[in-house]
């Protein structure tokens, strides 16, 4: 099935290759990941300290941020706004490593300058601190689990989300989210015309799933672009002390997914050369 | 219309036949039905007991399940997931029965390898019990239907959702379902263009329907994977002595589906053939 | 623009033309408003009932359960599931009028065999009634608008929500509904690939906007099937009495939608002929 | 990238140019504009004040709006509905500088027409008054920030949401909306298949994040509609003079995504030329 990729139909935003420019590339990764980066920490500061935890609407809101980065994005890099899908198309021969360097970077500067936009038009006053806002936003396990800071019940019970809960969470529904990615590119990193939905519905799943665990990271720009600026503001656990989670478990799916798709075009492959 | 269905035109994601290995067909029905199994037991557990009942929320996140697994898996196994769709499209003759056969053990193994997996991260103590988890992810009906346990007014009033209210709900809203994986999937067993996001739209509608009597089965598989984990914990009735409804609803609906779509396909042959 | 829809593409689901079958086509307007109406009288009964008056529930299943009826029957009926729809389509020539009346009965047939089955299976006891659980399905108006019904603080203000407001919304909604059917069906009566998801959008805003004011009517025969059963159950106004507004309402957008088409067409060709 | 969309393939609508009629465009325009604005007034005005905020509510509906009235009408006028994408498809040659000045012209009759049928059609007395009804419709910052009005706990800590933070939030989000609209979009300023759902996914994502702040401009059509009627309503501050916001952020967007489409396409001539 992977080798029949290449012979699939025109996209259907009428692209079927990548920009040429490196520069538009990078741009585009950059641009992506700073609109979703921006949208997800706003959205779980105030969107959740004034109107309440709502694990829906982060889900939706997610889904639908990388959907839509993807339907704007997808003609110029290939939308992967993603470490742990760079690394997966690096791996499938989809991207040159070179590219997948430039994509790491323009991410992790998209996911940085998400953060520090975000922490700049946040007002504090001396009741209202940087803490305030921050908590439902960084992605955190054990004593800095979202829902154990939301529950007092759960604190006084001594039940937490460990590091175990967290990982297996985290790389379950980063399968998920890869492998939506790398099954809907084609051979040459191009989007293949499901692109959009396949990525919004992946992800709204994997945020619903893992938001009361981690905050869901699924991401580890997302994790990063926040965690550098909460560092210090006085939360129960340093988030950068806990980042190590949010990028080991994405990369470690980017790199379970990769192997599944050489598996299966090998496979295929040698059946296809039987079948002669 | 169900002859032409043949010549329907290429899929969106280029392929336009299943791979042709049986392994990693079944490979993409077990990891399809597990994915879908774990987000469906961790949000209607921890995402329920900690943050309320939110029908909408169960809804949205098995149509989006369900929704994702079939963008990734299709190319590979048609994607199914549920043993109700195995029988409506071996009976159709959109599969071989050796086929369905495998299916059904890939995916019964999916959804027991779900529920093991979610058992195994929740953490427990003495006040919060995997009872205390269980309670609304399990499929059930009369005294464990999910209203009847979440609103004592009911009890009170000595009302509650019995087995024909369940079977009522569960077999028109898996015909629903088994209706849509049909309708999108060709005579060779792979899908349509448009088939994510029917499948989508038609599990979100009939959980929303059927989660409030139920817990909303619509798949034999679903409810197998958490009953067994369920069973001797406590639970009001023990899960699996309410298992029966949720493997004869949705396989009833599979074979009525079945039945229509024979009888529509010869049908439309004689209507041409007089035609002639 | 309508004269080019003939050289639309082939169909997402491979089909170009409705079934051959007038009894097929009106089992798939049957068996598809059914599904419509059961699952909006279920959710709008229990499902408002026991967990509170939810707009966004209610527009985001209604939106969906129309979008999973059009993807399962668009290719045998062309998917109306509403006289307003198939009124449009018969003026504009997309169906012929006895197909149009074929289609009528079929779908009130629908409405009705879906309220006949949500109230045989709606358990009651002397504190629990069907009035209980018919107060939010019912579409209305004045002292029966749901939100008038809902707000103890409305009622005392002496404030209401009459028929001209119930008339604009439900008209104004209704020309989205129907505008949203007829621009995505070709003129033999096919289904265009974006239908599934325009439909689906469109009923989604417009019950979000009728629902705290009427109950989102937008289809007569949505609003029959249940007010027949409804009926002397001891509701504040009998539902027959106000049914006449939501015949009306969702009819004269039908037709204005014709006569926009209509227009629009002559219009093209004689722009068409001067251009010669 | 961009020159390839010439050669982008048919629309799935069939339609691969607008309607010839400059009047069959304007008219397409108003009334899209119209139905959008007038579902967003109606749910932040009722749907709000009788249900609570609920930021997803609005959000999706909003989105689901603006999607409807694309897929109804893009063959007609291509679906801009908002004078920030008709500005950047005006400066990339989408559409003339006429059709531009018609398309604005419709577009702000569009949303005053949906301000004054919502104002009258919702019913008031003393104690609840247009005032009520209009606090959560309008568009506003610092003290007319949407949470700010709905937060006394703010108020009292003299936290309130100011212009900085509100042109932040509007031009980053009036981005993402307008790169949606302008990138699926052909050079002759029809629409592309994937259109309708990008567009969904954009003012989704756009509204969850600026609505809490600005109650969601984005669009100076949809601000300046009930700003108009507003006026001299008792409002805490009169909403005309805080509309410059939100005309100047979503045309600054508009520009600044039209910059970057010709510096893109500039850009990737020289790279074409030189690669031969």
Not at 128 to 150: M, P, Q
Not at 205 to 227: D, F, K, Q
Not at 231 to 254: N, R, Y
Request: glycine fraction near 8%.
């Amino acid at each position: 099935p992977v080798a029949s990729i290449d012979s699939s139909p025109i996209s259907t935003d009428g692209a079927t290759s990548l920009s040429k420019s490196p520069l538009a590339r990078a741009l585009a990764e950059f641009a992506g990941t700073f609109l979703i980066c921006f949208a997800i920490y706003t959205v779980s500061t105030y969107g959740t300290v004034l109107y309440g935890i709502n694990i829906l609407l982060i889900a939706v809101l997610t889904g639908a941020a990388y959907a839509a980065a993807t339907a704007v994005f997808s003609r110029f890099s290939g939308a992967h706004f993603n470490p742990a899908v760079t690394l997966a198309a690096v791996l499938t021969s989809r991207i040159s490593w070179l590219d997948a360097l430039l994509y790491l970077v323009a991410q992790v500067l998209g996911g940085i300058a998400a953060g520090a936009v975000a922490i700049a038009i946040l007002p504090t006053t001396e009741t209202v601190t940087a803490k305030a806002w921050l908590t439902y936003t960084i992605n955190g396990f054990d004593t800095t689990s979202l829902s154990y800071l939301a529950n007092s019940t759960l604190q006084q019970a001594g039940l937490s989300f460990g590091s175990t809960m967290a990982i297996v969470v985290e790389v379950v529904m980063s399968l998920l989210v890869v492998a939506a990615a790398i099954v809907t590119m084609r051979e040459d990193g191009s989007a293949l015309p499901n692109r959009t939905t396949a990525i919004g519905f992946a992800y709204g799943v994997a945020v619903a799933v893992a938001y009361p665990i981690t905050g869901a990271g699924l991401n580890p720009v997302r994790s990063t672009g926040i965690a550098l600026f909460a560092q210090g503001k006085g939360l129960t656990v340093e988030p950068l002390s806990q980042l190590w989670l949010f990028w080991i478990c994405p990369l470690l799916a980017g790199a379970v997914v990769a192997l599944v798709m050489l598996l299966s075009s090998t496979f295929s492959e040698m059946i296809a050369k039987n079948a002669m």
